[in-house]
Each structure stands twice: as C-alpha cells, then as structure tokens.
C-alpha cells in the first residue's frame, strides 16, 4: 500500500519561501512519477510542478522560475521549492505518485498541506 505524507506548508508573506517535502513508502520510489498539484479555494485542483523517475521536470506556466521540484530516491522523498510566493499561490499542495503495474497506471495521493500567502 501506498502512504504519501507531507510536510513544509504553513503561512508565509508575500516573496517569502517554503520547502514542501513528500514522504513516501510501500513502493520502489526510484521507479515512480512524483508531481505537486494543489488546489486553491473555489477551483479545481491544478499541477504546479512534477518529475519523472528519470529526474525530467515539467512545471506549469505560473510557478515557472519560483519553484523548483527535486527528488531524493536514497530518502523516498521529494520536494517543492517555492520562492517569491505570491498570494495567488495560497491552496491545499498535494503530492502525487503515479506508476505503471501490468499495463495500467495507477496512482496515489497524500492528505495536502495547507500554503497560505499573505499581501
């Protein structure tokens, strides 16, 4: 079984910095996608920033050159970076493992963690 836990969120101001961590265990984490998605109030829940099991990053159009997304297979961790937060980056983070078994892709979510940017 797949747990994700996360961590790092809180209340931080405007152009400030936060580290989300995402621990994961029941599966071989160097084999696995990882990516962030979060969710901010009244909207759906949106990718900010993921990465393959080969260490290629993608991240969407608002998060470029803010956040960064890194992996540590040795810890079945990864992490999100995000510097100059902006208000408009407050929501719920979740973090999300996604595989491939006997053909068909599967995946797993964490609990969220609460990021909250004040102007």
């Known amino acids: 079984q797949v747990q994700l836990v996360e961590s790092g969120g809180g209340l931080v101001q405007a152009g400030g910095s936060l580290r989300l961590s995402c621990a994961a265990s029941?599966?071989?984490?160097?084999?696995?996608?990882m990516a962030w998605y979060r969710q901010a109030p009244g909207k759906q829940r949106e990718l900010a920033a993921s990465i393959t099991s080969f260490g290629t990053t993608n991240y969407a159009d608002s998060v470029k050159g803010r956040f960064t997304i890194s992996r540590d297979n040795a810890k079945n961790t990864v992490y999100l970076q995000m510097n100059g937060l902006k208000p408009e980056d407050t929501g719920v983070y979740y973090c999300n493992a996604a595989w491939t078994l006997f053909q068909v892709r599967r995946d797993a979510w964490g609990q969220g963690t609460q990021v909250t940017v004040s102007s």
């Open positions: 029941g599966i071989i984490f160097r084999s696995i996608d």
